[in-house]
């Protein structure tokens, strides 16, 4: 997943409000950041590995002046982790256009082909969202071709439909295009989230937003309209106005793990909250902790993503909650944090038992997830070092099985330690004494609750279904060859201790 967010405004101090609502979706992307803004007649542009608050400075505020922009925080899930492929990307035909993505492509190599070998394009990194842009650009230019350059939205969406038609993955995009104004789209199963969002400018008409999650409009006064439909797109012109198109037929597969993981729990995805579905993962958990028989002394979340689901436990099975691990605020997400000997460590530094919680107790820790399983196994041995006597898990969410090819780096097989186990199997490696799993259909079903117009979610890493369906070699492709996270262990410099400001020069 990355964070995306776009401003249209009247005022010439876009800068400042893109940097508070990429704060806002820090979570979402730690390994490099980006911003662009227009002025009507220039982009301006600053991106580099690192966090929001590193890579800007206050005097950025002066050279990022515009009145337009958008900006990016990203957690690779394709090509490499230099500082070339942070985004927004450019190219400078048919129009400027500058784009931020957050999804991933599957049909990358197909495509790379064409935009390269067909369109004679010129790619300068590895990165799936730069051969999106080409993509993109190049269908523009074909409906230029066609309608001529009269009316550059007509030309824009015609270039949006087609690029759907060819490009398969997840993608929730925003662009920023030289004469016309911000364009935004999402792919025709909406995997990743997009919503828009309107504030009053002052009677001088209307300023618009975009955003990856609506925790970003608030802080800036917008105030969400709603999510962009699967398969729409939204385009903001010069002037403040909104036009919309439904560019291909539609049909709604939200990512399943955006409620599970990836979004703040204050966030409200396509009409459900993210916080009341992990209550209602705590609520069918219970089922079956109660159901065990087991003797339990306390439930204690791993924080602090789950702290909802551990709360609805304790609230559903009478079983006291208790605040067990401390959580350094110092440390960042390991789960997203690139390589698996640094993501090792770093679970060591960021969570530190009280023993008090532990000594002689029945312990059952609840997490949001078990994914490579690191977090919960360094955790299980931390509280028998503070003296458990038994220490049962529960995860929130069914075992990961399956890679995602949607934007979240889980992308081998091998690396997820549900990979090819019995669930017994899993509770000796974890070295629990017992390991409860959320049901697919109880997790399903805390989703839906939320909306239940939504049919159908994308469930993939845990049940191998893939909505857009993939090529017959993709996985083995992706098993063998492009792991970021191997490529990243692999890049000079990096080697064990991993820190972004090593990659800032790329
Ligand atoms: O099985 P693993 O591969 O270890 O991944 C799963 C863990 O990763 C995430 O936490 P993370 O520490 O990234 O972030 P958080 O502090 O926001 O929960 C998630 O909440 C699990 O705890
Ligand atoms: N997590 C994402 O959305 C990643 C976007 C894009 N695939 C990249 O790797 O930069
Ligand atoms: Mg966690």
Partial sequence: MCGILGIASRTDEVFAEIYDGLLMLQHRGQ???????YTGENFR?????????????????????????????????????????????FVNAPYGIYLVHNGNITNTEEQREKVTAKYSRHLRTTSDSEILLNVLADKVADAIKVNGNADPIRNLFAGVKMTMERIQGAYSVICLIAGVGMLAFRDPHGIRPLSVAKRDADG????????????AFGINGFTKLRDLKPGEAMLVDLDGNLHEFQAVEGNLTPCIFEYVYLARPDSLLDGISVYKTQMRMGQTLAKQIEDSGLDIDRIIPVPDSARPVALEVAKATGIPYREGLVKNRYVGRTFIMPGQAERQKSVRRKLNAIPLEFDGHNVLLIDDSIVRGNTIKKIVQMCREAGAKKVYIASASPPVIYPNVYGIDMPTKHELVANGKEIEEIREELGADALFYQNLDDLIWAAQEGNPEIKQFDCSCFDGNYITGLGDSYLETLESSSRVSQKIEDMPGTGSSWNAAKLASG
């Fill in 31 to 37: 390994d490099a950041s980006g911003i662009v803004t």
């Fill in 45 to 89: 542009e600053r991106k580099a590995n690192g966090l929001v608050k590193d890579v800007f400075k206050a005097e950025d505020a002066e050279t990022l002046r515009g009145k337009i922009g958008m900006g990016h925080v990203r957690y690779p899930t394709a090509g490499s982790l230099s500082a070339a492929e942070a985004q927004p990307f």
């Fill in 204 to 215: 001088d008409g209307d300023d618009y937003a975009f955003a990856s999650e609506d925790v």
